[in-house]
């Protein structure tokens, strides 16, 4: 009897995730996988982006949670369009029930996709949703060590936002030691700091992301 094991687990999500990918370049819809602890502020940046791009862009998100609506309510409310997915204790998202979602979505009239995910640092780096773009969330009061910690997530990303630096003179933080262990993990990662409460920072990120969500487009016209 074949016992299953994780990679076979692993490699039957990479196809799935693969579909998804393809499906998103058909449509030229840049997906972005957001990943970071509880409470560093991800639906809050989510909420922050739409604000800022939503005249110049097409924006949906999809939820992730392990139970609750709240989120999806609060991006709901902001008419964009949104899938809350409950993963009922599962610690991440997979490509599968992202493949879900993507089916309740105008996936023709969007240009960007958010996809939320369970706040955690450690798994959601091991499944790939179809997404173009990662980036993670690393709020100032979490601490300047979590790269120590979490290496895996933090080599994994495209961007790294550092959120609530508008708490920074109340919190030890060593916003430059932070930036120099970073780009040692990865060399390639762009750094952006935001405080979604004071929107400092947001258009930098906003414009980046911006810029990667019409290079998508374009790519897709050729
Ligand atoms: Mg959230
Ligand atoms: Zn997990």
Redesign the pocket.
Known sequence: MKIPIVEDILSANDRLAAENARLLADQGLLAVNVMASPGAG??SLIVQTIDALRDHTRLGVI?G?IASRL?ADTIQALQIPVVQINTGGTCHLDANMVHGALEQLPLDVLDLLFI?NV?NLICPTDFALGEALKVMIASVPEGDDKPYKYPGMFAAVDAIVVNKIDLLPYVEFDLAGFRQLVTGLNSGVQVFQVSCTTGEGIAAWADWLLGKTTDRMAANQT
């Open positions: 991800k639906t939820e949670d989120d939320e706040g």
